[in-house]
């Protein structure tokens, strides 16, 4: 019912700048919060950055400064900027949005994730 397409990942060197973005489409109603995790091997996933409707903020701290969460509710899109990246960013980023839809029997919120796109920095 709902997707989210994720672009922007790839390869940078540390010191580096890459953005992120995660389209969502389909029966849409109304997007809630946005936000983007990140999963490195042998690690749990974390949230990097979030962002409300009413476009409040946060990060987690190893990314505080550095990087920038954004959202264009009418494109349906949430960005992620990420400037002065280093080897420990190395990681498979997820956006994941709170989506309410049409649904057959009525209106739905369900969580949805992007399918991955893979960060790396390296020299």
């Known amino acids: 019912q709902v997707q989210l397409v994720e672009s922007g990942g790839g390869l940078v060197q540390p010191g580096g700048s890459l953005t992120l973005s995660c389209a969502a489409s389909?029966?849409?109603?109304?997007?809630?919060?946005m936000g983007w995790y990140r999963q490195a091997p042998g690690m749990q996933r974390v949230l990097v950055a979030s962002?409300?409707?009413?476009?409040?903020?946060d990060y987690a701290d190893s990314v505080k400064g550095r990087f920038t969460i954004s959202r264009d509710n009418a494109k349906n899109t949430v960005y992620l900027q990420m400037n002065s990246l280093k080897p420990e960013d190395t990681a498979v980023y997820y956006c994941?949005?709170?989506?309410?839809?049409?649904?057959?029997?009525?209106?739905?919120?369900?969580?949805?994730w992007g399918q991955g796109t893979q960060v790396t920095v390296s020299s």
């Open positions: 389909g029966s849409i109603i109304s997007i809630n919060a």
């Open positions: 994941n949005a709170d989506v309410s839809s049409h649904a057959a029997w009525g209106t739905i919120t369900y969580n949805y």
């Open positions: 962002t409300t409707s009413g476009g409040s903020t």
